[in-house]
């Protein structure tokens, strides 16, 4: 069974915006740690949001901040990225994942990659200048 089922991904126009979706488990939802990564051409996976699915402050990096926006809707156990004012440099694979059993401190805090267990298979977000 999958645990995590992106969707959303595509093609923009620097400026633009597009949203990703994150469909989970029950088991990957509940009260964990989701959050989105991403990786471009050449870089480093980055943690770029995440959320506790029971509540509290969610985290974005420095690069998106003011920008994209993760949030949750518990009857569809799916985790949303809102990516406005896109730029060129967002180009990249999206992934989700989740962290299980790590509580909401630790998710407020930033997403470290090796502590996610279960990953999606990614969405391509593309932006055009």
């Known amino acids: 069974q999958r645990q995590l089922v992106e969707s959303g991904g595509g093609s923009a126009q620097a400026g633009g915006s597009l949203r990703l979706s994150c469909a989970a488990s029950e088991h990957a939802y509940r009260g964990n740690c989701l959050a989105w990564f991403r990786q471009g051409p050449g870089n480093e996976r980055e943690g770029v949001a995440s959320?506790?699915?029971?509540?509290?402050?969610?985290y974005y990096a420095d690069s998106v901040k003011g920008r994209f926006t993760i949030s949750q809707d518990n009857a569809k156990k799916t985790v949303y990225l809102q990516m406005n004012s896109l730029k060129p440099e967002d180009t990249s694979m999206y992934y989700c994942?989740?962290?299980?059993?790590?509580?909401?401190?630790?998710?407020?805090?930033?997403?470290?990659?090796?502590?996610?267990?279960?990953w999606g298979q990614g969405t391509q977000v593309t932006v055009s200048s």
């Open positions: 994942a989740v962290s299980l059993n790590r509580g909401r401190s630790y998710c407020a805090g930033g997403p470290l990659e090796p502590d996610f267990e279960y």
């Open positions: 959320i506790y699915t029971g509540g509290g402050s969610p």
